[in-house]
């Protein structure tokens, strides 16, 4: 299995800063064929669904705000929230989706400082 | 939109067998995509158990897979889920979602149900 960890595993920001999340995979999830990062993003809020944010390590999903970005490449990847909302507060996951079975991080807690 | 909605027991006894069934709104289970199990204990983190196509194709988490079963049924435009032999272990929210892309098993899912809370216990 492909084991995903994120780091840190909570982070507190001032509203209007900088959030950084960091995915480390076991084994790269490039897929040298099609050049894509079989890597996903999640938002979670308590007591909802997990909301995938950003596909293919980079792409972003329709209506996700673009304080959002993904980035990285092979096993080291980043999730950055470019000036935090009181909304972003939330546990945020990275997912593989480049092998079976697909594995998610151990999630990583934003609150606002 | 696509609209998923989990249905079962709340409450399973050890030893017994979960079942959930997740019913899809909105657009036709037969079209392409692969439809996906996944869990989350209370306060844990995600699982991902299972994903199943419209064909039969299916997709189990080996730590899972001698107890779990995935099934469709198109003519009710449902998924279901088959957990036997459940300890406590196997309390958890369990989600049903959509893959992202067509076709393919190898995508993040991309739309998910609201989840239910399934407790084993005697």
């Known amino acids: 299995d492909i084991v995903m960890t994120q780091s840190p595993d909570s982070l507190a920001v001032s509203l209007g800063e900088r959030a950084t999340i960091n995915c480390k995979s076991s084994q790269s999830v490039l897929y040298s064929s099609n050049n894509k990062n079989y890597l996903a993003w999640y938002q979670q809020k308590p007591g909802q669904p997990p909301k995938l944010l950003i596909s293919?390590?980079?792409t972003r999903e329709s209506g996700v705000p673009d304080r959002f970005s993904g980035s990285g490449s092979g096993t080291d990847f980043t999730l950055t929230i470019s000036s935090l909302q009181a909304e972003d507060a939330a546990v945020y996951y990275c997912?593989?989706?480049?092998?079976?079975?697909?594995?998610f991080g151990q999630g990583t807690k934003v609150e606002i400082k | 939109q696509v609209q998923l909605q989990e249905s079962g027991p709340g409450l399973v006894k050890p030893s017994e067998t979960l079942s959930l069934t997740c019913a899809v709104s909105?657009?036709?289970?037969?079209?392409?995509?692969?439809w996906g199990w996944i869990r989350q204990p209370p306060g844990k983190g995600l699982e991902w158990i299972g994903s199943i196509y419209h064909s039969g194709n299916t997709y189990s988490n080996p730590s899972l897979k001698s107890r779990v079963t995935i099934s469709v049924d198109m003519s009710k435009n449902q998924f279901s889920l088959k957990l036997s032999s459940v300890t406590a272990a196997d309390t958890a929210v369990y989600y049903c979602?959509?893959?992202?892309?067509?076709?393919?098993?190898?995508?993040?899912?991309?739309?998910w149900g609201q989840g239910t809370l399934v407790t084993v216990s005697s």
């Open positions: 909105d657009y036709s289970i037969s079209s392409g995509y692969y």
């Open positions: 997912q593989q989706c480049y092998s079976t079975p697909q594995t």
């Open positions: 979602a959509r893959h992202l892309a067509v076709g393919s098993f190898y995508s993040p899912m991309e739309c």
């Open positions: 293919w390590a980079s």
